[in-house]
Structures are given as C-alpha cells and as structure tokens.
C-alpha cells in the first residue's frame, strides 16, 4: 500500500507545481495525464499475468520455472515500450485536439504526454520488477525502492519545472521528465535486487530462449487485465468531451478528480492486490479454502477506513482541491465533484479490491467483461444525458460515474461470493 501510494505521488506532485503555471496547464497536463494512465493500465495489465504465474510457481516451489515466466515479460515489455515511444513522437499533439480543447491545453499537454510516451520504457523495467518481488511475496523492497525514487521525484520536479538553480525552466516538461527520470533510478533499482538475489526470487538470464507458449500465456491472462485497466481509464479520457463544452475550469477540475480518485483507490487495490497474490499461492498449493478470506477482509477493512475519511473530504473538499489550484471557479466545480464522489469511494472496497483480488489469480476475463459493461452501457451514456437534458449540468457528469461504480459494485460482490473464481485455471 505504501508503496503503491509513493507511485501515484509522482504525477500528482507534478499536478501540484504545474498548478502554479495555469489553468491551462492544468487542465493539459490532467488530459494528458488520464491518457497516460490509460498506457500505464495496459502495461499494468499485461503484467497481470506474470504476477498469477510467478504466485503460482512459487507456491508450487518451482523456483525455476518462475524465473522463466519472469525472462519472458521482459520481452513483452520492451516491445510494448517500443510501440508507446512511436506514438508520442508523431500522435501526441493529435490525440489530445480529438477532444475539443483550447489550443493552449494543447500546447502544454502535448509536451508532457510525448515526454512520458517516450520514457515509458522506464516505466516498464520499474513495473516488472515490483511485479515479480511481490508475486514472490516481497512487499517491503519494492516499498523502500518507491520510497527513494518518489523521494528523489519530489526534490527534482521544481527544479526542473521552474527553472530554480542551475537548470532549464521547462514547465510542465520538466514535470513530465522528472516523473522519467525518477522512474528510471526506481527500475535500475529493481532489477539490481533481483538479479543479485536481494529479493526471495533472484532473476537470471542463464538459458534464455524465446518461449512463444509462455508468452501466449503471459498474453492470455493479460490481455483482458489490461483491457479493463484500459476500460477504468480511457471513459474517464472520453468523459472530456462532455466536459470540455464547459469551459476549461470543468475540464482542469475533472483532470484534479482522477489524481485524488487514484489516492483513494490506490489502498483499495493494493490490499486487494495482495489478497491476489495470496490466493494465487494458495490455489497453486492445492488450498482453494483459503484463498477467498483475503477478500472479504479487504472490503471490510477498506471500507471502514474510508467511511470515516469520506466525513474529513465532505468539510474539507475546498481545501483539498486548492492544493492544485486556487482559482475560485476552479475549486466551486472540484469541490462538488469531490463530494458527490464519496458515493463511489466507500464503494472501492467492493470494487477494486474485490476485482484485483480475482485478477490476482488469473481470472481476468470477469472482469474485463464487469467494466466494459458499467462502463460503456453506463457511465458514458449517462454522461451525456444527464448534463444536456436535466439540471444538472456538468454535475452530471459525476453522477453518472457514480452510477456506473454502484452497479459494479454489485457484480462483484454476487461474483465473489460464488466461488466460482477459485477454479480457474492458469
């Protein structure tokens, strides 16, 4: 948890300097941001596979044929790094005009999308490391790894950003190549503990061979994992075209939800995360009784928690939305955002935790198929309809996220509790 909540630090620290540069700022780098996380979920989602198989290998005590799932990732993720570079160097700018924003948001996120686009081969190498240790059951080095690198990030983004001491004023590509870099020290990092045995699973290159089983395999499980990280993204990307008519203070408030939405989900999912990996191992030691208690304990213990923090975010949104940006239109729209999110937040226990607890195992097709659902037959049509044809105006919007968390909410918990998780295969 920790962890996971120092890797989401990094883009919202350079939400919080770029705050100072503008709106406009803001609201580029928060589309381009969103797009990003999209590219990040697919990678997290291809990695989705190696976290089920290395679980399983290791609970089986097959050492070696964990080492040999893990050779294969690295091969998925450079070619998917490759690709991801190509497109911010030609479409950056494109992408972002898609969705009808002034051409100064354009300007300024373009810049920090293809920065991020280039570099993602960094993100690449950071994630399959944590992903192996973790899938081992080391979560305390990949934890200090994110402590120092994040660290790193947060004393180097105003320096590049505004230009203080001996460097460039670069703007928000300063931000965008300080979140490079830092990801570049916690990669280099990663794979120095793994490759010279400082994690439960030491990595060796020795008989490395092109297994195209493997990789299929790795494919199978992940494909659908990042399909629905995809799908938990790119609605969100897609909901700016019916913000975007409300002008760019709606656009830079909804860019600031998805920061404080992924704080909020980050403790959700890393304790379903773990729970995954747990029945993972559980299921590949022959235990299918115990891999479904980790579950259940995440939603309750995630969703006491942010019951009572929801009461802090109700009195406190104003000042929680001005650590951005103070501008009072901004914070009027942010604020109400925020509040009328609670709704969804209290719900994360069900939702994220439940849904990478059944990823962890493998079972990804479930709930690719949930979010494609709530997402595109829900959320989205309701994002129109509600501020064009009520009185809710861009409010609608929120309410129709809302809506769309309810009802996966309630899926998941009906698919959970039927057990039928437990007998999939790998």
Same mark, same amino acid.
């Given at each position: 948890?920790?962890?996971?909540?120092?890797?989401?630090?990094?883009?919202?620290?350079?939400?919080?300097?770029?705050?100072?540069?503008?709106?406009?700022?803001?609201?580029?780098?928060?589309?381009?941001?969103?797009?990003?996380?999209?590219?990040?979920?697919?990678?997290?989602?291809?990695?989705?596979?190696?976290?089920?198989?290395?679980?399983?290998?290791?609970?089986?005590?097959?050492?070696?044929?964990?080492?040999?799932?893990?050779?294969?990732?690295?091969?998925?993720?450079?070619?998917?790094?490759?690709?991801?570079?190509?497109?911010?160097?030609?479409?950056?700018?494109?992408?972002?005009?898609?969705?009808?924003?002034?051409?100064?948001?354009?300007?300024?996120?373009?810049?920090?999308?293809?920065?991020?686009?280039?570099?993602?081969?960094?993100?690449?190498?950071?994630?399959?490391?944590?992903?192996?240790?973790?899938?081992?059951?080391?979560?305390?080095?990949?934890?200090?790894?994110?402590?120092?690198?994040?660290?790193?990030?947060?004393?180097?983004?105003?320096?590049?950003?505004?230009?203080?001491?001996?460097?460039?004023?670069?703007?928000?590509?300063?931000?965008?190549?300080?979140?490079?870099?830092?990801?570049?020290?916690?990669?280099?990092?990663?794979?120095?503990?793994?490759?010279?045995?400082?994690?439960?699973?030491?990595?060796?290159?020795?008989?490395?061979?092109?297994?195209?089983?493997?990789?299929?395999?790795?494919?199978?499980? &992940?494909?659908?994992?990042?399909?629905?990280?995809?799908?938990?993204?790119?609605?969100?990307?897609?909901?700016?075209?019916?913000?975007?008519?409300?002008?760019?203070?709606?656009?830079?408030?909804?860019?600031?939800?998805?920061?404080?939405?992924?704080?909020?989900?980050?403790?959700?999912?890393?304790?379903?995360?773990?729970?995954?990996?747990?029945?993972?191992?559980?299921?590949?030691?022959?235990?299918?009784?115990?891999?479904?208690?980790?579950?259940?304990?995440?939603?309750?213990?995630?969703?006491?928690?942010?019951?009572?923090?929801?009461?802090?975010?109700?009195?406190?949104?104003?000042?929680?939305?001005?650590?951005?940006?103070?501008?009072?239109?901004?914070?009027?729209?942010?604020?109400?955002?925020?509040?009328?999110?609670?709704?969804?937040?209290?719900?994360? &226990?069900?939702?994220?935790?439940?849904?990478?607890?059944?990823?962890?195992?493998?079972?990804?097709?479930?709930?690719?198929?949930?979010?494609?659902?709530?997402?595109?037959?829900?959320?989205?049509?309701?994002?129109?309809?509600?501020?064009?044809?009520?009185?809710?105006?861009?409010?609608?919007?929120?309410?129709?996220?809302?809506?769309?968390?309810?009802?996966?909410?309630?899926?998941?918990?009906?698919?959970?509790?039927?057990?039928?998780?437990?007998?999939?295969?790998?």
């Amino acid at each position: 948890m920790i962890g996971q909540t120092l890797t989401m630090i990094g883009p919202t620290i350079d939400m919080i300097w770029v705050g100072r540069l503008g709106a406009a700022s803001v609201a580029g780098v928060g589309i381009s941001g969103m797009a990003v996380m999209v590219v990040n979920a697919l990678k997290m989602g291809l990695f989705t596979g190696l976290r089920a198989m290395v679980a399983r290998f290791v609970g089986a005590g097959d050492t070696k044929g964990a080492n040999h799932i893990a050779q294969q990732a690295f091969v998925i993720g450079i070619s998917l790094s490759v690709l991801l570079a190509v497109i911010g160097i030609f479409l950056a700018d494109q992408i972002l005009i898609v969705f009808g924003v002034e051409p100064d948001v354009v300007a300024e996120g373009a810049a920090y999308m293809r920065i991020q686009l280039i570099g993602s081969v960094t993100m690449s190498f950071a994630l399959i490391a944590q992903s192996i240790m973790q899938a081992s059951g080391d979560t305390v080095n990949p934890m200090r790894i994110a402590v120092f690198f994040r660290l790193f990030h947060v004393a180097l983004c105003p320096f590049l950003v505004f230009g203080w001491w001996i460097f460039p004023q670069m703007g928000v590509s300063g931000a965008a190549l300080t979140n490079v870099i830092s990801q570049s020290v916690g990669g280099a990092f990663g794979l120095w503990f793994l490759f010279t045995g400082r994690t439960r699973l030491r990595l060796t290159l020795r008989n490395f061979y092109l297994d195209r089983d493997i990789i299929w395999r790795l494919l199978k499980i &992940g494909i659908p994992a990042s399909v629905t990280g995809m799908q938990r993204n790119l609605p969100y990307l897609v909901l700016v075209w019916f913000i975007s008519p409300f002008g760019t203070f709606a656009v830079a408030a909804h860019s600031i939800m998805q920061r404080i939405d992924g704080f909020i989900r980050t403790p959700a999912a890393s304790l379903g995360s773990a729970a995954g990996i747990l029945a993972a191992q559980n299921l590949g030691a022959g235990k299918p009784e115990r891999a479904e208690k980790g579950g259940w304990l995440v939603v309750g213990i995630f969703t006491g928690v942010i019951a009572i923090a929801s009461v802090g975010i109700w009195f406190w949104a104003e000042p929680i939305v001005r650590i951005f940006n103070s501008e009072p239109s901004f914070v009027e729209i942010a604020a109400a955002f925020l509040r009328i999110q609670i709704t969804g937040y209290v719900l994360f &226990g069900f939702i994220v935790g439940l849904s990478m607890c059944i990823d962890g195992i493998g079972d990804t097709m479930v709930t690719m198929l949930v979010t494609l659902l709530t997402m595109w037959l829900i959320q989205v049509p309701l994002a129109y309809v509600l501020p064009n044809f009520t009185r809710l105006g861009v409010y609608g919007v929120q309410w129709a996220i809302v809506a769309a968390l309810i009802m996966r909410a309630a899926i998941y918990f009906v698919y959970f509790r039927s057990g039928r998780w437990k007998r999939k295969k790998v």
